[in-house]
């Protein structure tokens, strides 16, 4: 199965979308595959080239109930919407509508027959920033948020109520700008719920949400950002997981150094030195997605020392920052 990205295009102000490579899609119409929610969506878009640049244009450019190919699979997976200008060289996080910009969306070709290309989206790239949305997680994080309703109905019916919403315009398997309206129905009734964590799955949100409180939450204040603050540590503490990452590096490496101050326990402590270093999410709390899986390139080793350092503010300081910080203090 080969695979295609489509890339924004600075152009006449408010931008254009190319295909990549240049001849993966050129005279197909686009339909797009949402495979966990069971439902393939004609984007009534047309890939095209276009004074011999490819280009994806929309079959009724002017009829404003019909979202683009990016917007339309932002919409479905219960996204922000992303605007259409670079307005300030920058990305907000967590996400909210039209304060981001995306880079690119990436997808499988699924099929390509009779003029018509199947795409099943795979990720999305924010512009100005190092996110990356993995859709195919989130898909499946809102496939079981439908399956069964029944915890985030007995506590949030209204949440509940912009889920089903949701799924029923999505289902009609026809682009139209009403998904994005029941999307921003669904994170306007999730911040309500759980303050702005970009989640998939409610259900996933809720279960974190009924944790008892980390040792990093202490110093946050208010909602905003209690959630994520909460999963990012609990992450951190999956002992199964980290032991497997850890694992992984020494067979790797031999070693397990902090990947901030290059402290190598092991040499330093022994074997007992191993106990020293801790993982740590490199996504920043505001980034992160709480029903995304963790992945072994998403957690840095680092020794307790800077582990503390690092969760000393809201929001954590990022790996590259704490080294800068530790190469300013020599």
């Known amino acids: 199965m080969s695979t295609c990205s489509i890339r924004w295009r600075s152009s006449g102000g408010r931008g254009e979308w190319e295909y990549v490579p240049a001849d993966s899609l050129t005279d197909h119409a686009i339909e797009v595959s949402f495979d966990p929610l069971g439902i393939t969506i004609p984007a009534e878009v047309m890939a095209r080239k276009v004074q011999g640049k490819p280009r994806l244009r929309k079959l009724e450019k002017d009829n404003r109930n019909k979202l683009h190919l990016p917007a339309l699979v932002m919409a479905v997976c219960r996204l922000p919407e992303p605007r259409r200008q670079d307005l300030d060289n920058t990305a907000h996080f967590p996400l909210r509508d039209k304060s981001f910009l995306i880079d690119a969306m990436d997808f499988d070709i699924v099929d390509m027959?009779?003029?018509?290309?199947?795409?099943?989206?795979?990720?999305?790239?924010?512009?100005?920033?190092?996110?990356?949305?993995?859709?195919?997680?989130?898909?499946?994080?809102?496939?079981?948020?439908?399956?069964?309703?029944?915890?985030?109905?007995?506590?949030?019916p209204a949440l509940a109520d912009a889920i089903r919403g949701h799924y029923a315009e999505v289902m009609k398997g026809v682009n139209s700008a009403s998904i994005r309206t029941v999307a921003t129905k669904f994170n306007t009734?999730?911040?309500?719920?759980?303050?702005?964590?970009?989640?998939?799955?409610?259900?996933?949100?809720?279960?974190?949400?009924?944790?008892?409180?980390?040792?990093?939450?202490?110093?946050?204040?208010?909602?905003?950002?209690r959630i994520l603050t909460r999963i990012h540590s609990y992450r951190e503490r999956d002992r199964a997981f980290v032991a497997k990452v850890k694992k992984h590096r020494k067979k790797l490496n031999g070693k397990i150094p902090c990947e901030a101050c290059g402290l190598d326990p092991l040499t330093t402590y022994g074997a007992e030195g191993e106990r020293c270093i801790e993982a740590h999410h490199r996504i920043p709390i505001q980034e992160l997605q709480p029903d995304s899986v963790t992945r072994e390139e998403d957690i840095a080793l680092i020794c307790a020392s800077c582990h503390r350092i690092v969760h000393s503010r809201y929001p954590c300081l990022t790996l590259d920052e704490l080294i800068a910080l530790l190469n300013e203090t020599g």
Request: zero cysteines.
């Open 113 to 156: 027959n009779a003029g018509v290309a199947t795409l099943a989206p795979l990720r999305v790239s924010i512009m100005h920033s190092g996110y990356v949305i993995n859709l195919e997680d989130r898909l499946t994080a809102i496939a079981k948020d439908v399956a069964d309703l029944t915890p985030i109905e007995s506590e949030f």
């Open 189 to 225: 009734e999730s911040a309500a719920a759980f303050g702005d964590t970009n989640a998939g799955s409610a259900d996933e949100v809720l279960k974190y949400q009924k944790l008892p409180e980390s040792e990093i939450e202490e110093a946050i204040t208010g909602k905003e950002g």
